[in-house]
């Protein structure tokens, strides 16, 4: 049997709000109008955001702070707007190479908004221990629906 060799062979457990940072690394890491600082040490992600009308979107649609059992994460978003929740994500992705399209549907129980990704695996570390490399392994919908969890708008990925 052949024995793969690593840098390491020890895991490391990834704290939540490291894991919460790695998604949004993921969902807005290519946006070249959005850096996210933060320090891994501290529960605290700030995002800078050049678009000032994005940046009111984004501020909308996360929450101001995210807890992780006795840990609160504080998000620092700086804008203020007012937009439907498509608007709102229209604003938030415009250049985000990651979202494919904005869809809306008229159905006759009303209006059905959809957020379609790219047909991309995501990978970051997060000590998961049925990865040999202990990545998580996910697509840019998941990511949504953990970082937009009250939006009115499903989720989905491109199937091409």
């Known amino acids: 049997m052949k024995q793969r060799t690593t840098k390491t062979n020890k895991f490391e457990l990834a704290l939540p709000w490291v894991t919460y ?3 949004l690394n993921a969902m807005f890491g290519k946006d070249p109008e959005i850096e996210i600082l933060s320090n891994d040490e501290e529960p605290e992600i700030k995002l800078v955001v050049k678009n000032d009308i994005k940046a009111s979107a ?3 649609l996360m929450p101001e702070s995210k807890m992780f059992g006795n840990v609160k994460l504080t998000i620092n978003i700086e804008s203020h707007a ?3 929740d498509i608007g709102l994500l229209n604003e938030a992705f415009q250049g985000n190479p990651i979202l494919d399209s904005l869809e809306s549907y008229d159905t006759p129980f009303g209006s059905i908004d959809f957020a379609v ?3 991309e ?3 970051f570390y997060n000590d998961e221990w049925g990865d040999l490399n202990g990545l998580k392994s996910t697509l840019y919908e998941d990511i949504a629906r953990e970082i937009f969890p009250d939006m009115n708008v499903r989720f989905c990925t491109n199937p091409e």
């Open 58 to 60: 984004l501020r909308k």
């Open 82 to 84: 007012k937009a439907t």
């Open 117 to 119: 990704f790219k047909k």
């Open 121 to 123: 695996v995501v990978q």
């Open 21 to 23: 940072k790695c998604m």
